[in-house]
């Protein structure tokens, strides 16, 4: 919606929990602020780098 960017590292995958049922990626409370994002639910696009 913004155009910007924030280059993440994956660091493991998510405990198979209720509050991770749907969630694909969970970022940082700071990320989310630089982002400017609004809502807790957002879509985005994702590319993976090896």
Same mark, same amino acid.
């Given at each position: =919606?913004?155009?910007?960017?924030? @280059?993440?590292?994956?660091? #493991?995958?998510?405990?198979?929990? #209720?509050?991770?049922?749907?969630? =694909?990626?969970?970022?940082?409370?700071?990320?989310?602020?630089?982002? #400017?994002?609004?809502?807790?639910?957002?879509? =985005?696009? =994702?590319?993976? @780098?090896?």
């Amino acid at each position: =919606m913004n155009n910007k960017n924030a @280059y993440v590292r994956v660091v #493991g995958r998510l405990p198979n929990t #209720g509050l991770n049922q749907n969630v =694909m990626l969970r970022l940082s409370k700071s990320v989310f602020q630089d982002l #400017g994002v609004l809502d807790q639910q957002v879509r =985005m696009k =994702m590319v993976y @780098y090896k």
